[in-house]
């Protein structure tokens, strides 16, 4: 019902930076909270950021500081600025995606998962 597409991963230096991008596209009548969760090898998936409907913010407090989360609501689509990167930031990104769909006699909501970006960030 709901897809999302990620850009933006790719291999970068220690103290580099690079924009991560989730455009969400489907059956979406709104989306409340946008948020970007990591995955690094031999560890659980982690919460980095994420902003709800209104532009409240919260972020992991490993990357407080260095990245930014925004979103653009005409275009169903949230970033993830990363600043200063470091080698531990190296992971599987996934953007996350809450909201309510289109086109149901109930308000019915959906949560919907990005297929994951590679960052690398080498030391």
């Known amino acids: 019902q709901v897809q999302l597409v990620e850009s933006g991963g790719g291999l970068v230096q220690a103290g580099g930076s690079l924009r991560l991008s989730c455009a969400a596209s489907?059956?979406?009548?709104?989306?409340?909270?946008m948020g970007w969760y990591r995955q690094a090898p031999g560890k659980q998936r982690e919460l980095v950021g994420r902003?709800?409907?209104?532009?409240?913010?919260n972020y992991a407090e490993s990357v407080k500081g260095r990245f930014t989360i925004s979103r653009d609501n005409a275009k169903n689509t949230v970033y993830l600025q990363m600043n200063s990167l470091k080698s531990e930031d190296t992971g599987v990104y996934y953007c996350?995606?809450?909201?309510?769909?289109?086109?149901?006699?109930?308000?019915?909501?959906?949560?919907?998962w990005g297929q994951g970006t590679q960052v690398t960030v080498s030391s």
């Open positions: 996350n995606v809450r909201g309510v769909v289109s086109g149901t006699m109930v308000p019915s909501e959906f949560l919907s």
């Open positions: 489907g059956r979406i009548f709104s989306i409340n909270a």
């Open positions: 902003i709800d409907s209104s532009g409240n913010t």
